[in-house]
């Protein structure tokens, strides 16, 4: 890749917000097959996409949008466990979990906290 079209695709990798598919198409004017590079950088891990879901190495769904723009991002640690979502509305929730794999925490964006350990 030469330098002129790699620094293009940090400027867009530091600017784009969700909905990514509808922005990169809409708003950049990328092709299909620059996608996976732009979500591999912003994901900052290898992508699987299929339609609008992008998909992590591990098989997760990790970001889906709808032709709306209504759209759904989450993380996972490494044993799978969700423990970050977020969605178009602005509503978010993150996740604690013990070496068992149980929920021991949780808090919500309205604010909501609940820690049972």
Known sequence: MNKKYQKYINYIVSDIKPPY???M???YGLKDN??????????NEPVTI???????????RIYYENSNGSW???EYDNNGDNIYYEDSSGYWVKYKYDNNGKVIYYETSDGVIIDYR
């Not at 620059?34 to 994901?43: C, G, K």
């Not at 998909?55 to 997760?60: L, P």
Request: a negative charge; aromatic letters at 14%; proline letters at 3%.
């Open 34 to 43: 620059e996608y996976p590079l732009i979500l591999l950088n912003i994901f």
């Open 21 to 23: 598919f509808i922005n």
């Open 50 to 60: 299929t339609s609008n879901d992008v998909y992590d190495v591990n098989g997760n």
């Open 72 to 74: 759904v991002k989450r």
């Open 25 to 27: 198409e809409d708003h």
